[in-house]
């Protein structure tokens, strides 16, 4: 069995790479970073449709878990350009780079795609979504992701295996700070000790479906590893807690584990305008399918966020 993983050096992409060799023991893992990254982790622009197809020739994949993606949605206005390129642009070049793979070996290459809960969009307001919602999507992170899901369903057949799991929100130490639970803890970490605040905030009312990024890993470990028979072609899975809290109850527990209350201030330049309100998702498709169901409490998630959001802060301070 040979691996290949892109976006190693992304937030998903370091747990899953550090959790493979457990799980698969036998397995020879080739994890792929950005042209960007920095590291000992191989880089490649998988725009490059050339660099792509050689290397996925020369280390002859069986499965290949994309996860590399420009993935802050906040960001999406300012690099629409860019975003586009690297999260369609890439992901296309690799699907036909896997595709072809599997044509000349004579049995196809499963494709794992990171997909997300933004495909959905305006869907949300008509309450949860299953995997049959509709696309819908509101950013310009979102309307990549519903993209390239539809271009691998063009792609997908005989050669190439696609199951795309949308993914909605999950967070843990070490997520980049411009997402929104680590970017509330260091916010809360930051505030002098006799100091209320205010910290600024966006839409506190908004709700979120939030998992550990361990339990994500499990749900990416059960599909890699799985036996399950898929016919040839393309699937899609909503993964997910089950559970959805708003971003004013997310503020509060911070504030518990600072041991003090915690001011807050809206912020409009963290305001999105027509942003939606709950974001709900059904997930009983991928768990029957794979028997996965999360299993961390979103409080010790919480916890260990803000311990090392505490850790950053002191980092950050001059001695």
Known sequence: MKVLVTGASGFVGRHLVASLPTAMPEAEI??????????IRRAVDLTDEVATQTIVEAFEPNVIVHLAAQSS??????????????????TRALAQ?????????????????ASSAEVYGDRFNNGPCDEDAGFAPRSVYGRTKAACELVLTDL?????????????????????SRFVVPALAMRVAALPADAPGPISVGNLAASRDFSDI???????LKVITSDRLQKPGFAAFNVGSGEIRTMRSIVDQLADLRGFPVTVKQDPEMMRPGEILV???????????????????????IRRVFESAVRDVANLRPL
């Open 30 to 39: 080739l994890a792929l970073s950005g042209p960007s990254a920095r590291g």
């Open 73 to 90: 949605v906040g960001s999406g206005v300012q690099s629409a350009a860019g975003i586009w390129e690297t999260n369609f642009n890439g």
């Open 97 to 113: 780079a896997g595709r072809k793979l599997g044509d000349q070996r004579g049995h196809p290459v499963r494709f794992i795609f």
């Open 156 to 176: 997908a057949g005989q050669s190439l295996q696609v199951t795309a799991l949308r993914l909605f929100n999950h967070t843990g130490p070490g997520q980049d």
């Open 214 to 220: 361990n339990d994500i890993i499990d749900a990416y």
């Open 279 to 301: 974001a709900e998702g059904r997930f009983d498709r991928f768990t029957d399918a794979y028997n996965w169901r999360p299993t961390r409490s979103f409080d010790d998630t």
